[in-house]
């Protein structure tokens, strides 16, 4: 059971470069989220979607994109890089949001140059 | 002002010696309130919810309480594969969102 996917692991960027983080998962969650991590910070939600063709903002979505056309898949896109958004993502899925458990991916780190 | 704040930001223990991690939260209408772990170069794993002041569990050598304001997770007897960092998460109001705390990171040493 392959729970939450995401790819690449790892990716470096230039400024200005766009770019689409993939996120896929198995288990016919409703509700998926992406969340940035930061050294010394905690998780910080960037957009969330309560189901195919429903996306909503976090609390981060400045510069970022996504969209939901599957159950599956949840990719987030970066329009247009800056170093500001170098971070680790995750990732996240629950069956419904709220106060249901999230699952999370192993995330991507991003390096924007 | 931070929504929720874990204590300590770091804690090392000697295998054995158990201890207490604290998450707080200063904002009222909890629905739930997450317990996860993460593993250095991992996304988090799921431990605990906790939704009502009193409410315990437990797994392993971990157990998870809530009171009003604040839960604890207490660490029993913590062996060095304990060390991770112990993230804690809010569910607040009628949103979707999870708010999360900065972590704490938990070294245990033999």
């Known amino acids: 059971n392959a729970g939450v996917t995401q790819t690449p692991k790892f990716q470096v960027l230039k400024t200005g470069q766009s770019m689409t983080l993939q996120c896929a998962q198995d288990?016919?969650?409703?509700?998926m989220s992406w969340y940035r991590q930061d050294p010394g910070m905690g998780l910080r939600l960037i957009h969330y979607?309560?189901?195919?063709?429903?996306?909503d903002q976090g609390e981060v979505p400045n510069g970022y994109n996504v969209s939901r056309s599957t159950t599956e898949d949840f990719p987030l896109r970066l329009l247009s890089a800056a170093p500001s958004q170098t971070s680790v993502y995750f990732c996240?899925?629950?069956?419904?949001?709220?106060?249901?458990?999230?699952?999370f991916g192993d995330g991507t780190r991003l390096s924007i140059l | 002002e931070d929504q929720v704040t874990q204590s300590p930001e770091a804690l090392r223990l000697q295998e054995g010696e158990s201890s207490s991690l604290n998450c707080s939260y200063t904002?009222?209408?909890?629905?739930?309130l997450f317990w996860y772990r993460q593993d250095p170069g991992k996304g988090p794993e799921f431990l605990f919810t906790?939704?009502?002041a009193g409410e315990e569990k437990e797994k392993e050598r971990l157990k998870a309480t809530l009171t009003k304001k604040e839960s604890f997770l207490h660490i029993t007897a913590p062996k060095p594969e304990d060390s991770a960092t112990y993230l804690c998460?809010?569910?607040?109001?009628?949103?979707?969102?999870?708010?999360f705390g900065k972590g704490t990171s938990l070294l245990v040493t033999p």
């Open positions: 904002v009222s209408g909890l629905r739930g």
């Open positions: 979607s309560v189901g195919a063709g429903i996306t």
């Open positions: 906790l939704y009502s």
């Open positions: 998460a809010v569910h607040l109001g009628s949103g979707y969102a999870l708010n």
């Open positions: 288990m016919n969650h409703e509700y």
């Open positions: 996240a899925s629950s069956p419904r949001g709220g106060s249901q458990p999230q699952h």
